[in-house]
Structure formats: structure tokens, C-alpha cells
């Protein structure tokens, strides 16, 4: 039984050594061709590791990636619409097992991201494998079979970490270019179907913001609920966005209400718009609104705004399925006059 024992002892210590000497011996950079012609496979664009490619098993199977570069389409300003400093993942040990995948974590590093609507209405994030010589025959590939499919549920993510990411929208029709910077976010998923929550912050439009959201999980023919909330430390806001989709596969539709405060509304009117805010917003103030909309309208009813001691109601109607129309109707029963030329008589907001 001891020689039994100690068999097996040794048995262990061996698969532990090759778990710890194996990789270190592999050069995993050869395989980086292989990966990037099956990614020119899948998506028709060049997919680059110009640095080093790492894989190990212990203490749990892990991976790290450094300097990637992933193609634009032919004529889009940047060269590459995704550029990574690096990407590190770790997955549990036992849960692969039994055919389950529980991501530990992965980090992103300095991630780049560069979207662009094209003149034509198409975006560069269309992305599609190239066409095969012979294909429009009317033959289909074959493809996974039904009882071949993943299981979503099967899937967890404990921790998405992103680190001074950068997104890039370029809108060719409008001629507008619109930046996020410095994107810290840590996101947990339950599933790739969810639930998902975020914590993080973003600098646009020169403004330091920050988000905390969940969102509930997507199933099918069900509203998916969600409840997000922005914030600017500099001027003291908070906005709460709360409320679900339903349709989302389909023809979504929003459904939610809105509720904010802050204490200087013209910090940050003067913050978002990078000019100085009349004198007059220079109070505290609070927004509160049931928000419903689609891809053609949003209809913004039961407004309820105050500055101050002032109030304002009213509703908001606004088309999308065409020129931009706006249909407001506000009104105001409580205006404090004196209160207002009070404010307005001091310096405006910077």
C-alpha cells in the first residue's frame, strides 16, 4: 500500500514538474503565423504579434500577448482598427474539466480602438472572411451541428480589467471625429448572455467621467434590465439611467427614467462644452424624466427640471427616421426672479 502511495506521490510530482518545465520549453512565437492566417481566415484582415507570445498552465492555465495589431479595412484613416500593448488571460484548472470555462481574468492594456462610418453608411467594423474561390454556387458549407453548439451558460468572466484604453469614432458623413480617453473599466460577466456589471471612468470631451452599471441577462423574447449611473467628480453630478430593452434582436426599444442632481449646472454645461456657461445656471440643480425610445424616436415625457427654487415641466419629442425634428413643450410655473438676477449678477461659470 506505502509503494502504492508513494507510486502515486511521485506520479503527481512529475506531472507537476512537466506542467512547470514543458512550457518554459516550447517557443510559443511559432506559432504566431499559424494564429494570424487563421485569423486572415475568419475575418479576411491581417491580424499582427509583434511581441512575444507566452502560455503556461501553473498555478491555472494563463496566457500574455504583447504588441498587437489587428487591420483596418482599405481606406480607412488609421492603419489598424485595433492596436492592444497587451492582453493577459487566466482561466481556472478544474472547471475545463468538466467542459465549463471560468475565465479568471483578463486584462487589457493600452487598447486603441478606431471606429469609422464610412461616407457610404458602412463602418469599418464590419468585418467578414473572404470570399472562397468558387463560392455563390448555391452549395452551403457545412457548419456546426445544432448538438455542436456552446453552451453560453457554460462560460464565466470574474474580472475584464481594461487599462488607458482609447476609442475613436469617425463619422466621414458628418465630418466629426469624437475621442474616449483614458478608459479604466472593470467588468464581471455571469455569462456570455450575462448578467453583466461595470465599474470605471472615461475622460470625453475633456471631461472626466465615471460609470457604474448592471445589466441583466439577455434571454430570448425577455426585457433586458439594466441600471447605470454617470458621474463627474469635478462638477459634483450624478445621473441615474434606469430601466430595461426589450426586442433587443429585433426592433429595440427603451424604456426608462431619469434622474440626476448636482450642484453647479453651469460647471457642467461649461465642462461639456468647453465655453463659459451663462451666469445664470451657476445653481444646484435636478432633472428627473421617463425616457422612451427606438431606432426612429425617443419621446421624452414627464420632465420635471429645478435650478434653484425654479421649476420647469414639460415633454420632448424627437424623429430619427430622417432630418433630425424636435417638438418640445415646456413650461414653468415657479420662476424665482429675484433669485435668478441674484445669480446672474455674479461671474459665470468657468
Do not use: C
Not at 475565465?103 to 470570399?131: F, H, M, Q, T, Y
Not at 464581471?188 to 448578467?195: I, K, N, R, W
Not at 435636478?286 to 420647469?312: P, Y
Not at 415633454?315 to 413643450?329: C, T, Y
Amino acid at each position: 500500500m506505502k509503494k502504492a502511495a508513494y507510486g502515486f506521490g511521485g506520479f503527481v510530482v512529475l506531472l507537476v514538474a512537466a506542467a512547470l518545465i514543458v512550457p518554459s520549453l516550447v517557443n510559443w512565437n511559432s506559432y504566431k503565423a499559424e494564429i494570424a492566417a487563421e485569423a486572415q481566415k475568419a475575418t479576411g484582415r491581417t491580424l499582427e504579434i509583434a511581441g512575444d507570445l507566452e502560455l503556461g498552465i501553473l498555478p491555472t492555465p494563463h496566457v500574455r500577448v504583447s504588441d498587437v495589431r489587428f487591420a483596418n479595412v482599405s481606406g480607412s484613416t488609421a492603419p489598424h482598427m485595433a492596436t492592444l500593448k497587451e492582453f493577459r488571460a487566466s482561466v481556472k484548472l478544474l472547471p475545463l474539466l468538466t467542459g465549463s470555462v471560468e475565465v479568471a481574468s483578463v486584462e487589457l492594456i493600452e487598447p486603441v480602438i478606431e471606429l469609422e462610418k464610412r461616407a457610404d453608411g458602412s463602418g469599418n467594423w464590419e468585418v467578414s472572411p473572404p470570399v472562397k474561390a468558387g463560392a455563390g454556387s448555391g452549395t452551403k458549407e457545412a457548419g456546426p451541428s445544432e448538438s455542436g453548439k456552446s453552451d453560453p451558460q457554460a462560460f464565466s468572466l470574474d474580472r475584464l480589467r481594461i487599462e488607458q484604453g482609447t476609442v475613436v469614432y469617425r463619422d466621414a458623413a458628418a465630418g466629426t471625429v469624437q475621442r474616449l480617453e483614458n478608459l479604466e473599466a472593470d467588468l464581471l460577466a455571469g455569462s456570455l448572455q450575462g448578467p453583466f456589471t461595470v465599474k470605471g471612468g472615461v475622460r470625453m470631451m475633456g471631461v472626466s467621467l465615471t460609470i457604474e452599471g448592471r445589466v441583466g441577462r439577455f434571454a430570448e423574447k425577455s426585457a433586458v434590465p439594466f441600471d447605470i449611473a454617470f458621474g463627474t467628480p469635478q462638477t459634483l453630478t450624478r445621473i441615474n439611467l434606469k430601466g430595461n430593452v426589450t426586442d433587443i434582436e429585433t426592433e429595440p426599444v427603451l424604456s426608462a427614467t431619469l434622474d440626476g442632481r448636482g450642484d453647479n449646472l453651469g460647471a457642467l454645461v461649461g465642462a461639456l462644452s468647453a465655453q463659459q456657461a451663462p451666469a445664470i445656471l451657476g445653481q444646484r440643480f435636478s432633472i428627473a424624466a421617463l425616457i422612451k425610445g427606438s431606432v426612429d424616436h425617443v419621446n421624452v415625457n414627464d420632465i420635471g427640471i429645478s435650478l434653484g427654487q425654479s421649476k420647469i415641466e414639460g415633454d420632448v419629442k424627437v424623429r430619427l427616421d430622417g432630418p433630425v425634428q424636435v417638438d418640445a413643450s415646456l413650461r414653468s410655473k415657479t420662476v424665482n426672479v429675484d433669485e435668478w438676477l441674484t445669480v446672474a449678477a455674479k461671474p459665470s461659470a468657468p
